[in-house]
């Protein structure tokens, strides 16, 4: 029997590498305009989003919302939204992608808390429908059909 990699490259699929945080959490890479940043996979975030700290770093444009954000630890968020983006997660990529902007300094927090790596900003399941995304948590890989 063929292995899921090989069967995932024949339909296509890019193979991207994930680590394991000490908090049990998936992270990988990816590049927003042009920039590298790092990233929690999250399949039960809706939106894929990015810190408010990071808005800069990745040369964001953003508007207010009237949307509020809730997550693990937090509720009631003001967030910002930001289009037309361009997001690369190894070969796969969007334009015209939009972006959720909100304070993930919680996130951040308890990730400092365990010793792990901060982060940028959450790839939400959005992208992930969007590139019919298949985690493979044996080997901690992510999935993207380019």
């Known amino acids: 029997m063929s292995s899921?990699?090989?069967?995932?490259?024949?339909?296509?699929y890019t193979s991207i590498k994930m680590t394991v945080t000490s908090t049990g959490h998936h992270q990988c890479q990816a590049i927003?305009?042009?920039?590298?940043?790092?990233?929690?996979?999250?399949?039960?975030?809706?939106s894929s989003c990015v810190d408010f700290k990071s808005a800069d770093h990745f040369e964001l444009l953003s508007e207010d919302s009237d949307?509020?954000?809730?997550?693990a630890g937090a509720i009631n968020?003001?967030?910002?939204?930001?289009t037309d983006n361009h997001i690369e997660i190894g070969e796969w990529?969007?334009?015209?992608?939009?972006?959720?902007?909100?304070?993930?300094?919680?996130?951040?927090?308890?990730?400092?808390?365990y010793d792990s790596e901060c982060v940028n900003g959450i790839i939400g399941a959005d992208l992930l429908k969007k590139s019919k995304a298949?985690?493979?948590y044996k080997t901690n890989r992510l999935y993207l059909k380019i």
Request: net charge positive.
């Open 134 to 136: 298949v985690i493979d």
């Open 4 to 12: 899921l990699k090989k069967f995932l490259q024949t339909k296509n």
């Open 32 to 46: 927003i305009n042009g920039v590298e940043g790092s990233f929690i996979v999250d399949t039960g975030a809706s």
């Open 67 to 71: 949307v509020r954000a809730a997550g």
């Open 93 to 113: 990529a969007q334009s015209k992608f939009k972006l959720v902007l909100f304070d993930l300094s919680h996130v951040n927090a308890a990730l400092e808390e």
């Open 77 to 82: 968020m003001l967030t910002k939204t930001s």
